[in-house]
């Protein structure tokens, strides 16, 4: 993800941002099946980590995080978390080759334009270990626009997420709906899908 509005949104509500994730993150009971989907100790990569709020849950469980975010501040912020490893960089720098156990994408890919999302995805499926865990967080809704802080987004039904998964490599497995309110104070649906690679 390299839109410049979406960044510059991001770098500079960081605050409000990390604030924001702070309660929604430790609530969230998603993040735990991640963890348990991952061996112990295991070494993943949070795609998008924003200012580290999973990274930091992630860690906490014993998990090597190697956090990854397109906003230099919230690489910033994610690379202050002990047992964080952070590097700013955007979504088609992840080029390893079976590095990581696991892959947590929370909401953002959904940043990334339609047409590069397929490339990214194998790019994913690439970087992880055989029979490694994938969670990908999207809105669900169609076609794709900017919400009310200029952040552009695309929006993917369930079925059409899941074939693109499939097409990359990826066996989904399970998978949470849900309805919420973002930063912008809009509500919008979402999935988040566990796919293995």
């Known amino acids: 993800m390299s839109d410049p509005q979406t960044l510059a949104v991001y770098d500079a509500q960081a605050d409000d941002y990390e604030?924001?994730?702070?309660?929604?993150?430790?609530?969230?009971?998603?993040?735990?099946?991640?963890?348990?989907?991952?061996?112990?100790?295991?070494?993943?990569?949070?795609?998008?980590?924003?200012?580290?709020?999973?990274?930091?849950?992630?860690?906490?469980?014993?998990?090597?995080?190697t956090a990854l975010d397109a906003s230099p501040e919230m690489a910033r912020r994610a690379g202050l978390i002990a047992g964080v490893t952070a590097r700013h960089g955007f979504f088609e720098d992840v080029t390893e080759q079976d590095a990581y156990d696991g892959i947590w994408a929370s909401f953002s890919l959904l940043h990334a334009p339609r047409d590069a999302l397929p490339g990214h995805l194998t790019?994913?499926?690439?970087?992880?270990?055989?029979?490694?865990?994938?969670?990908?967080?999207?809105?669900?809704?169609?076609?794709?626009?900017?919400?009310?802080?200029?952040?552009?987004?695309?929006?993917y039904s369930r079925e059409e997420l899941e074939k693109l998964l499939q097409t990359a490599g990826f066996s989904p497995e399970q998978h949470w709906t849900g309805y919420g309110k973002g930063l912008s104070g809009q509500y919008d649906g979402w999935i988040v899908i566990h796919t293995n690679g």
Do not use: Q
């Open 123 to 155: 790019r994913l499926r690439d970087a992880l270990k055989p029979g490694g865990t994938f969670f990908i967080g999207m809105k669900t809704g169609t076609g794709g626009g900017r919400d009310d802080l200029g952040r552009h987004y695309e929006y």
């Open 19 to 65: 604030r924001m994730m702070h309660n929604e993150a430790a609530a969230d009971p998603i993040w735990r099946s991640f963890v348990a989907a991952c061996p112990k100790g295991g070494v993943v990569l949070d795609l998008g980590c924003g200012p580290g709020n999973y990274a930091r849950l992630l860690a906490g469980e014993g998990l090597r995080v």
